[in-house]
């Protein structure tokens, strides 16, 4: 079993939740392939750092992640900053020969996500990109469904993730509603996820149409300049049509993340707001809810003798990060059932396409400068 | 009370559906403004029309739809024939002053909606086009909820209509895979009633991007000359954007029409498969199923004392023909709930643009030629 | 194909329904076995008699039942009266050898039912007791599941009917809540329905105990003398274990009935308000929820070509209404589909057995006397 | 904040699960009352303890718990052991003066349970019995909504827990198919969890009626003598109704835990398998589903910033330690919203009282030795 130094940048919402499952890493299984050893965390403020730091147990907490990128203790370097802070800090991990774990988006668009990738390539570092999602039983399960066939050829996939955000009258003008450090608004925080979701589970898009909308011009007396919401027409390389449509102004949804594919031979629908659950149709008018909570499922050997016993949501980073430690400590490889950075940046022209087509009222070769 | 001479285009399904309506006329309410009288049924297969004339109480069975539209004892001419038989029966109807129900799409395309319409308006006849959702007490309710405000702006509407007729292998090369007959394919058929769900509840469309596919090319040795599915985008005169999908090709799903409108207030969504309920959401993560059965709801009056008591898919068709000829026999006119050939006339307007703009490669905007 | 003259006691709640599915019956099926004709419906109201008549179609309105018992033209009599109503009137059509259909519960005690049962049986009439849910397609299809041994044998049966018209304020001490005229409360009213499901589904009750209450006792100034709740345990011949519990006194709910079987292969549910649908479990943490909607399900050849269109509570009644009429013009068995006298017997002697034990605070078999 | 030495009997699923729970418990929070130290792991097997110990992080894995109840590192002493060592062990630790926390059901009988009772009481330890349920977010809310008096009085609280482990072929006769060991079936197991639910959501239940059976009455050629299966009527103090009902022969279940109140008001429903919503219904056909993941719902400041995402049934147990330490380190009481040894008792005597009632064939009150 190895032993891994890991750094973290950022002690928001995804520093915690990583933070939490390095954690759980030490008692989910009795032989793990790599451990974390928690050398540091990093944010800006000193304070809320040294807070961070003493919940989660971290050895130190620093407030510049050149720091981290340099230290001879740490092998991962955990992204888990604002978007504007996914290129730099990560290219300079990348050449210290770290092995990166960044959050999604990748970058701020497809030209920084691919400049990471083909960096982590070069290195020859262990890369990925935080789909958590795909950490989750259910879709791990739908994919394999797919895979094997059970659904017949996709014909299609339809996916929204709607939130509202930008509705709250107290919301700041967080860097989320700039594009200078946010890149784009739903798109890239929400549609991202569904852009991987699609990539994972019926395959490339390659032409897209998209609308998209700023339904909150300003806020704090400044302007906001990403889109609140977008909707997408996707055609798939394998034939089949999509359509992905993220919000954050709508009505009072906060994590409303669903999806459905359809084949010919049958369909499936998932609701992250349901995460234990997976429903098929593959008979006329049967909708089998499975409840994927037996030791039978994908990840359920790490969790409970008896099935249902639902997990949380927060449980998907610890399949995740276990996923990501372990490819790091072995063949360095976390495809295909993790996403790598190349799923990062692929993610990243499918979302670029959706902006441009808004942009251009038309519609957008996704096209891969590889 | 008024008795209204009704003659029937059609003994296939919509032609029972019509029928069975009709004869519940009678008792549904104890003073209703007005009530058929089944003057005749008409279809090709002498057999098949007089069966259907003795199980449905049709006065007289005929083969041709002229003696229908000449015949003085008929004031209604409620044609439910193919969509290749909606504009030059309905058409005469309208020229011997019938007042004229016609099942969806109105026309085979805008042009023929558009000539029904104009010429329905022209003779000062009542005339309706048969979207049979409106008439169900749920979507009724949603537009009630719009109309007061309680979902605030509406910012996005979905919808889709899932069907796999395509699928199955015994399927026939019918008259709905076939141009000439049907106009189009999913868009016509299925794709109709969304695009009318979407002006009922959230207003005019004024620009779709769209794509569409001919999944199984060829049936019966002849080619299929219309589209198995479409997805389109597709922006509101108010400002919403809104995604509409329809497939026969979507695994064993066989009647799955759902949609969703988000505003800045709340959300609700609809499954026709379970039609007595709607779902509201207008407070953070709390969905409220309002099962849409106590005699206050829409249409609720005519049925049961007690709530609870679901009602049917059909009924949708009693309440539908209860209006179109209460609004007959008084001032004439059906909106603005029900659909008359001005709605026909503008949802075959958006269809001609998602199937214009799916061959286009581009966004299409709706004009109307008024 | 015979037709047979009806009489209708009663034009209530139950008045209404059986006189809308006497009138579907015309145009439910091409070839009907038999059909109604709709001799007279009786009431002590003249005004809301006439009523009734109109509105359903009645040849006439009387208000003594004893015209339609002795009327020639009636063939069958159909008792949709309340409780107190159910003895005399019926016990004179069956000795005018009129067909019975009577509502449910068929007597106000176990030794009324006997005696309908027994006189019905000796004249040779055919006999029907009106527990409508048997003719809902799910539960018909719930049946045959279960003597098909999908589920195995069955271990448990649950059951239970919530209203809450005794917490309504407003509500009157109606007939229902004397016990003179009702017989019992919950239990006789709500009760009944899941006796006879239980009986139906897994078999006799032989053994029960009870517990039951009168929550608000007194109305309109007069005491209550009827349960408004109870729950029992029961024991089945079988050796399956059972509970029902039937409630005027529960929240908000008014027609809440519910059931669920296990045995020891699978679990099947049902839920009145969702009709169309029933659960089965036969695979671990696997709900398969069937849309009972296709053509190949219990009475769906009577409607549409398509599965996906819901039918209604109130369609129950043409189920049930037709196989009577059928079975009184044919061989004059109404089982097993059907419940006759017999269930109706059966039924009550169970719901006595709930009282006693309940009075009792004991233990109490089920003993019939034959 | 303290740090408490902590001793854990037990290595099998309940074991893990209070072990995963400790090591979560540094992480959940940034400054907790109270902090587990994980001194010594116990269990029979020297190889699986060892194991454990690695996975879990204890400092030392030891095969007598004597060693434990007598270490002076040890302040807390947490019994996830068989039912046949709740006692001696417990005993053992509220002697040495140990806080303790023992897994439900506090005994094999009521008589057990009431010793470890008084004899907490007597030493002035903090005592817990694990009905980890109460640390369900959802079921707190379901507390504090009836203590706001939102749904009126209760009426009637129903609750069933259904699994299938002794219809599984390859089920071995465990301790928990043996009445010495594990002092009764279903209803000590899965019952009591129903019992304490009952208790603490309507009230102490003062009779009870009950059937049980032994439905695979010999496994491994030795005869079973506990029950498979128990359903029981509950008369609560303050005149609400209940039933409860548990089985190990239901189909292909699981962890099949659901229960509704019904109040004079409103109705609330829970389900296990969904335990992050709780339905309610206090507006007559409208059922509000509430997500019960937002910071303002109960324990859910300990998780994430924005609602809608999940949390699993793992993390009770995190609740559960961390309400119990805290009370340990500050005024040692953990009622009212932890069960307490009372509480346990209470349970016993319910369980009791069942047991009794289904062997007497008659009705038992429950009567406390105080």
């Not at 774990?101 to 990748?106: A, D, F, G, N, T």
């Not at 982590?120 to 990109?129: F, Q, S, W």
């Not at 929204?160 to 594009?179: C, G, H, I, V």
């Not at 055609?235 to 993340?257: H, M, P, Y």
Request: include cysteine; charge should be positive; aromatic fraction near 8%.
């Amino acid at each position: 079993m190895s032993e891994l130094g890991v750094a973290l940048l950022g002690y928001g919402f995804m520093g915690s939740a990583h933070s939490r499952a390095l954690r759980a890493l030490r008692v989910i299984e009795e032989r793990p392939a790599a451990l974390p050893r928690l050398v540091s965390i990093c944010g800006r403020n000193r304070e809320r750092g040294e807070r961070a730091r003493r919940q989660y147990g971290w050895d130190r907490a620093v407030r510049d992640w050149r720091r981290q990128v340099t230290d001879d203790r740490v092998a991962v370097f955990d992204n888990a900053g604002p978007n504007s802070l996914h290129l730099e800090p990560t290219l300079a991990a990348i050449r210290n020969r770290k092995h990166v774990l960044c959050e999604k988006p990748l970058g701020r668009n497809a030209a920084e996500a691919r400049r990471l990738w083909t960096e982590a390539k070069r290195a020859g570092v262990t890369h990925m990109c935080g789909f958590n999602l795909r950490f989750l039983p259910a879709i791990r399960l739908a994919r394999e469904l797919l895979e094997a066939g059970d659904l017949g050829e996709p014909t299609h996939f339809r996916a929204r993730f709607l939130a509202s955000s930008a509705l709250r009258e107290d919301q700041k003008r967080t860097w989320r509603f700039e594009r200078a450090a946010a890149g784009s608004g739903a798109t890239g925080d929400l549609g991202s996820h569904l852009v991987d979701l699609a990539r994972y589970l019926v395959g490339e898009p390659v032409v897209v149409s998209a609308v998209s909308k700023t339904f909150v011009k300003a806020r704090d007396g400044k302007p906001v300049d990403v889109d609140d919401a977008f909707a997408a027409l996707v055609e798939f390389a394998g034939g089949a049509l999509g359509t992905l449509e993220a919000s954050r102004v709508a009505g009072r949804r906060s994590n409303a993340c669903t999806f459905e594919v359809d084949g010919t031979r049958g369909s499936l629908s998932f609701d992250v707001e349901r995460l234990n659950e997976l429903a098929l149709i593959t008979e006329r008018k049967q909708v089998r809810r499975l409840e994927v909570t037996d030791t039978c499922h994908p990840f359920m050997e790490l969790w409970w003798p008896a099935p249902g016993h639902a997990i949380g949501w927060g449980d998907s980073f610890i399949h995740e990060l276990r996923h990501f430690l372990a490819a790091a400590a072995t063949d360095g490889f976390v495809t295909p059932h993790g996403a790598d950075f190349e799923d990062g940046y692929r993610a990243a022209l499918v979302c670029d396409a959706i902006l441009e087509a808004a942009a251009a009222n038309g519609r957008v070769e996704v096209t891969a400068a590889l």
